[in-house]
């Protein structure tokens, strides 16, 4: 028997979120109240865009919108949520089913030690802490003239990681698109 389709809504920015979410893992052991949001469709352009036959790694699946639209060109796609809700359950099974490429794992640690990537995408835990481990690993296989993409840039979380990140990698820039998630593309001068 076909799966009830989910019950799709969108932010007035055009996020789409879902009333049947149980919210994110909050970093603390609970849960946070409200849906979780995916990336805006301007936003998904521009993932798609960027990454066109690329070997990608996207910390934060949440809802798959950002995974579908790096997966629709990429060459691979690893993508990393802790919640059960969304590896185990529907949104991963689902992403997996629609596109080969992708493989969905809850840590970094699941991503084979052989795979380097040169696109990778951030959207997970919005704290400092996180996002300045999130950034180190995603330097820490990228090949020569990859990318990191940064969702919610103006997030003060985000805006502290991403500022501890920048003290460590003077040859590290960041420009932000004006999305409603604030999207910025990270380019490092020079060879690490
Ligand atoms: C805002 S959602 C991502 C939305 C996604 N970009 C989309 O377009 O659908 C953030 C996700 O990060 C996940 N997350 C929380 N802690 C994480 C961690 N330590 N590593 C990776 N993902 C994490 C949450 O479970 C949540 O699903």
């Keep these: 028997m076909a799966a009830e389709p989910l019950n799709w809504k969108k932010s007035a920015e055009g996020m789409p979120y879902l009333d049947e979410d149980p919210g994110e893992p909050d970093g603390a052991g609970g849960r946070e109240t409200h849906p979780r949001m995916g990336v805006a469709p301007i936003e998904s352009a521009i993932l798609s865009s960027l990454a066109i036959r690329r070997r990608v790694v996207e910390i934060g699946t949440g809802l798959g919108i950002s995974t579908r639209a790096l997966a629709s060109v990429a060459e691979a796609v690893y993508t990393v949520d802790p919640d059960p809700w969304v590896y185990q359950g529907r949104i991963g099974a689902e992403l997996m089913r629609d596109h080969p490429n992708i493989v969905c794992v809850p840590h970094t640690k699941q991503i084979p030690k052989d795979y380097r990537w040169d696109l990778v995408f951030i959207d997970g835990l919005h704290t400092r802490e996180a996002v300045r481990q999130d950034a180190a690993f ?17 997030w003060p979380g985000v805006h502290e990681g991403l500022r501890d990140f920048f003290a460590q990698e003077p040859l590290a820039f960041m420009a932000r698109f004006p999305t409603p998630g604030q999207l910025g593309l990270v380019f490092m001068l020079g060879c690490r």
């Design 138 to 154: 995603a330097v820490s296989r990228l090949e020569p003239g990859g990318i990191l993409l940064f969702h919610d840039t103006n």
